[in-house]
């Protein structure tokens, strides 16, 4: 305890955020010295987790809930199912990159494209961010209205206290604890598996669904609008613009170096397989009861939670709309930060959770100000709440293309980089992950454009 103090007060001449930061390597110092017991071992992986369950369980946001449940009622249990095992992999060789950048350059990703390649692509890329940003709070914040409806309590209620809790956890905790209240929140995105295992599912046709991936009317229905809106709505809620710029600055703020980064990569693989396994739980409890009722396809937000109350019982619309309002609520959490960072690391203000509210408005105020938005108009009369779900999702795999080009970029600088820079292997699948966001944003322009093309 002595020797703790006696740190603290060591460190009293740097900046409030990076006393705090070099605070935390101490910790991490601490148990990465200590004997090296079960107990101990554990601690200190314990300690290092975080950036990569967050950004993950964060992406099985409220849109992506309701993206899940539509697509399971869309296409029953079909192609959906195994195309979120590549998706899962896309998922992870995005994220990782956003790691060993963090680690090594310790600057956010706002920062470095606006310091790397100048002022003009540098608000492109935060233009993007902060719009797109807003756009997925109202998403979060649609879900919990319609998950507080379910639970009996006024919707402006519900909303407002998300609102204000969303503000005081980003406020008034430091790093370390906001990490560790998010990841406690996170945990109950986990709700949605017990809810399927209990609801009973035919596992056989689970099972067929890796074995006949068919889609419903075949290459006309490849080709089609609604078929391909889906398709760019789960890639849109499996990979958007915040999840880069939220993880790379979460690293930065976390205060991980490059030793850590394989402790980090084991972060991410538990967020990824903790996405996947959610992901594949609501598709298969949508598709299993949900497809094939009247009207399914169309269903929104409320329409599929009254449905999984009238097909599988009171108790499962209770647990999904519990699921539902937690999604929400972690994501508003981390998609809130986001904006945060890369507002602060753009301008060259505070830029870290770590600062005094008191003395970093510029870092906390903008993305409260955004947050509020969302908030704002999900209240307003005749929103059409299921059309901007799905709008949204879409919106975001519009947008990554640039965002990953940009990612791709930072990573083959070698100057950055040094040996960390992307190998020819990494290059060659991140490439192959940016041409197939292109060409879906492509077919699906082309559905729009001309739905009588096929």
């Not at 103090?5 to 910790?27: G, I, N, Q, T, Y």
Request: hydrophobic letters at 55%; aromatic letters at 10%; a neutral charge.
């Amino acid at each position: 305890m002595l020797k703790h103090d006696a740190e603290l007060r060591s460190l009293k001449p740097f900046p409030h955020a990076l006393a705090m930061r070099v605070r935390d390597r101490l910790h991490l110092d601490r148990l990465r010295r200590s004997t090296p017991t079960p107990w101990n071992r554990f601690l200190f992986g314990l300690a290092l987790i975080g950036p990569g369950i967050l950004v993950m369980l964060g992406d099985n946001d409220a849109g992506g809930v309701i993206t899940y449940a539509q697509t399971g009622a869309s296409n029953g249990l079909g192609i959906f199912i195994p195309l979120i095992l590549p998706l899962a992999f896309i998922a992870y060789v995005v994220q990782e990159m956003t790691i060993r950048l963090g680690a090594v350059t310790r600057r956010g990703h706002a920062e470095l494209i606006w310091k790397r390649y100048g002022p003009f692509w540098g608000a492109f890329s935060l233009f993007d961010l902060v719009a797109a940003n807003v756009l997925t709070l109202m998403t979060e914040f649609i879900g919990i209205r319609i998950a507080s409806e379910a639970f009996g309590m006024p919707a402006w209620i519900a909303v407002l206290a998300s609102l204000l809790l969303v503000s005081f956890v980003l406020i008034f905790l430091r790093y370390w604890t906001w990490e560790r209240v998010a990841l406690v929140i996170a945990a109950f995105n986990l709700v949605f598996v017990p809810l399927t295992l209990a609801s009973h599912p035919d596992w056989q046709s689970v099972a067929a669904s890796f074995a006949h991936t068919g889609i419903p009317g075949g290459l006309t229905g490849m080709f089609s609008a609604s078929f391909l809106i889906l398709v760019s709505a789960n890639i849109g809620t499996t990979i958007a613009p915040w999840q880069l710029f939220f993880q790379q600055s979460c690293v930065v703020d976390k205060g991980l170096l490059p030793a850590d980064i394989p402790a980090s990569r084991r972060d991410l693989a538990l967020g990824v397989g903790g996405m996947a396994i959610v992901a594949l739980a609501i598709i298969i409890l949508s598709g299993q009861y949900i497809h094939g009722m009247p009207g399914a396809a169309n269903f929104d937000t409320a329409g599929i939670l009254s449905a999984v109350g009238r097909r599988v019982g009171a108790w499962a619309m209770t647990l999904f709309a519990l699921g539902l309002l937690e999604a929400g609520l972690i994501a508003a959490i981390v998609i809130t930060a986001s904006t945060a960072w890369a507002i602060g690391e753009a301008f060259d203000l505070p830029k870290s959770i770590n600062d005094d509210p008191r003395k970093a408005a510029g870092f906390y105020v903008p993305s409260l100000l955004g947050t509020t938005l969302a908030a704002v108009v999900v209240m307003l009369p005749n929103v059409p709440l299921g059309f901007l779900n799905l709008t949204v999702q879409v919106i975001a795999t519009v947008f990554m293309p640039a965002a990953m080009f940009f990612l791709l970029m930072l990573l083959n600088d070698r100057e950055l980089m040094g040996l960390h820079v992307n190998t020819t292997a990494r290059n060659a699948v991140s490439i192959a992950i940016l041409l197939a966001l292109v060409a879906c944003n492509v077919l699906y322009a082309i559905a729009t454009l001309f739905p009588q093309g096929g």
